[in-house]
């Protein structure tokens, strides 16, 4: 089967660092894919991976591991803003995406 | 540009109405989508529409409808609608339907089924 895991929510504290776990299994794999949902809101692209490694985007980094299946998002020099709900999607063979349920953020002064 | 709107915001309905929930692009996306969010789980796929006159089943298509006469609109319609379809929608779209192409969101319409 398909299936997306990430940690249902997190605490951090303004101005540090948070990795954000990701696990997928899906039929085919076209790519990860990392969201930002603030509540109330509409998801918003933050960042896509399809070959190992780390991707890099100012605050925000984006790593990709295939072979294991797993990705994370770490958000550096965290602010207040940053507090919202973080969904990890894996592409399928059928160019769809998959979601994880998300993995709420929350900022502490 | 407005990228993706839908229509209405949000939308109390009594349990064996129809309902249409609308979705209008002007990005000239091929593909779009329609997913509900619920709390605990992530976006699920309902329909699909790799291009324009052509639509897809999704993850939970049961008891949805949806048509794609044109580029831009992409109506998601409820027959008769259930109690269990108390949800947040969402439409999107991207470019094409291939590997790496960014989903856009619109703003989601939150319905509720008494």
């Known amino acids: 089967g398909q299936n997306i895991d990430q940690p249902t929510e997190m605490t951090a504290t303004e101005g540090a660092i948070v990795q954000i776990n990701c696990t997928y299994q899906t039929s085919g794999f076209n790519g990860l894919f990392w969201y930002q949902q603030h509540a109330g809101e509409a998801p918003t692209f933050l960042s896509y991976n399809v070959l190992d490694g780390l991707e890099e985007t100012g605050r925000f980094s984006s790593f990709l591991s295939r072979s294991k299946g797993y990705s994370y998002l770490l958000l550096k020099e965290l602010q207040m803003k940053d507090s919202a709900s973080y969904l990890c999607a894996s592409m399928d063979s059928n160019y769809q995406l998959i979601w994880g349920a998300g993995t709420k953020l929350i900022i502490k002064p | 540009i407005a990228g993706i709107t839908q229509a209405p915001t949000s939308q109390i309905l009594a349990a064996g109405r129809r309902m249409t929930l609308r979705c209008t692009q002007d990005?000239?996306?091929?593909?779009m989508y329609w997913y509900r969010q619920d709390l605990g789980l992530g976006l699920r796929l309902i329909h699909y529409?790799?291009?324009?006159?052509?639509?897809g089943k999704g993850e939970v298509p049961d008891g949805y409808s949806v048509s794609r006469a044109n580029t831009d609109d992409f109506p998601l319609t409820l027959a008769s609608a259930v109690p269990s379809q108390t949800s947040v929608y969402f439409c999107a779209s991207s470019g094409r339907a291939g590997a790496g192409d960014t989903q856009y969101f619109g703003p989601g319409t939150r319905l509720t089924v008494l």
């Open positions: 529409s790799n291009t324009a006159g052509t639509t």
């Open positions: 990005m000239r996306h091929n593909a």
